[in-house]
């Protein structure tokens, strides 16, 4: 709330209304976290499928209500306007992956308890089968920092799924191959990913990611400009509410910039070790919980999480491409905030519903 604060009043010289709508998403966050807490995992195991379908048709709808003026300006057409509320569903999309996902993977676990080569690879392409839908409408949303997030949280499903290290192994190589194969090709083959369609305007982002000062002055004015910020910061920085540097969007995606540039590497270094303390305490849930479904619930929202924070860090000091992926918890964003928060009311319902208020047995059958 400080950051907001100071990113949209003291520093942009707008009104106080984006902080206290920030506050509201808080209190909105804080609700829906008291609500699941009443949420057992027969109630969410049911629940699953209709919350699947409820994203799915959220993204479809999303594709033709998208708000014009917002799409104008970002290049994604992903939010909802409501009045002067805007709501992005695939924020919402993400955690309702999350449940059914887990319940897939569980749901085929029971079903053959004696793995092979042969059921994993089954296991591999319901995921994969129940992901892709998702994908390609946050795809045609041009959505960029989603799409990668869903694919970091499915990888982390995946990987702790039990599917076989024969199939995970070559399976991540390829990934990783590809990777290379690409950032190869942007450098010395352009016109190879032209001809594959790729856009003059993603050959500019990366120009300006592997070189902030040396690209075109338009394409690395944001990255250069926070990282002049956060440099500038210094041990203990600047005092709120000052900036001696622009940065488009700093209240959102690039907010870290601002707490480096006005909390110096003390603050920005306090907040990564409360999101290593947050981080630690998701992967703790991770190992300890006895049921399955719950299991992979939580590697997902833990996944999430940490992609969001390493890849929103990352960009912010030019250790990563921009995405437009906000910081979580900090970020100005109501529908992120919320979802958040709600990924947060799963993890501490599922630790309620087992120390809290009863222990649910690792072979409950749903």
Not at 9 to 34: K, R
Not at 54 to 68: S, T
Not at 135 to 151: E, K, P, R, Y
Not at 160 to 187: C, D, E, N, Q, R
């Amino acid at each position: 709330m400080i950051a907001v604060y100071s990113t949209t009043v003291l520093i942009n010289g707008g009104s106080i209304q984006a902080t206290i709508m920030h506050f509201i998403w808080y209190v909105l966050g804080g609700f829906a976290i008291v609500l699941l807490l009443q949420f057992d995992a027969k109630k969410l195991w049911r629940l699953s499928l209709v919350a699947y379908i409820v994203g799915l048709l959220l993204l479809i709808a999303i594709l033709f209500l998208y708000d014009r003026q917002l799409a104008a300006v970002s290049g994604a057409r992903s939010w909802f306007r409501l009045g002067s509320f805007s709501f992005q569903p695939s924020e919402i999309a993400k955690i309702s992956l999350i449940i059914f996902l887990s319940r897939v993977v569980t749901q085929h676990n029971t079903t053959y308890r004696r793995r092979n080569v042969k059921t994993d690879w089954q296991l591999l392409v319901k995921i994969v089968a129940w992901t892709l839908p998702y994908l390609a409408l946050v795809v045609l949303q041009n959505d960029l920092g989603t799409t990668l997030v869903i694919m970091a949280i499915v990888l982390g499903i995946v990987i702790t799924s039990g599917i076989s290290a024969k199939i995970l192994v070559p399976m991540i190589s390829g990934v990783f191959l590809l990777g290379a194969l690409l950032i190869y090709l942007t450098v010395n083959h352009r016109d190879i990913l032209v001809f594959l369609g790729f856009k003059q305007y993603q050959f500019a982002r990366i120009d300006a990611w592997l070189d902030p000062f040396g690209a075109g002055y338009q394409n690395s004015y944001q990255l250069r400009n926070a990282i002049v910020a956060i440099a500038t910061g210094g041990t203990f920085g600047k005092g709120i509410g000052v900036s001696e540097v622009h940065i488009p969007v700093r209240e959102s995606d690039m907010i870290f910039s601002t707490i480096a540039e006005n909390f110096g590497f003390i603050g920005s270094f306090a907040v990564i070790i409360v999101y290593f303390v947050l981080v630690y305490q998701l992967i703790r849930v991770c190992f300890t919980t006895k049921n399955e479904f719950y299991t992979y619930m939580s590697v997902g929202i833990t996944s999430m999480i940490v992609f969001h924070v390493f890849e929103n860090i990352g960009m912010n000091v030019g250790l990563l491409p921009l995405t437009g992926i906000p910081l979580p918890f900090i970020s100005q964003g109501g529908t992120a905030l919320v979802a958040n928060l709600i990924a947060i009311g799963l993890i501490l319902s599922m630790q309620y519903q087992i120390y809290g208020k009863k222990r649910v047995d690792e072979n409950e059958h749903f």
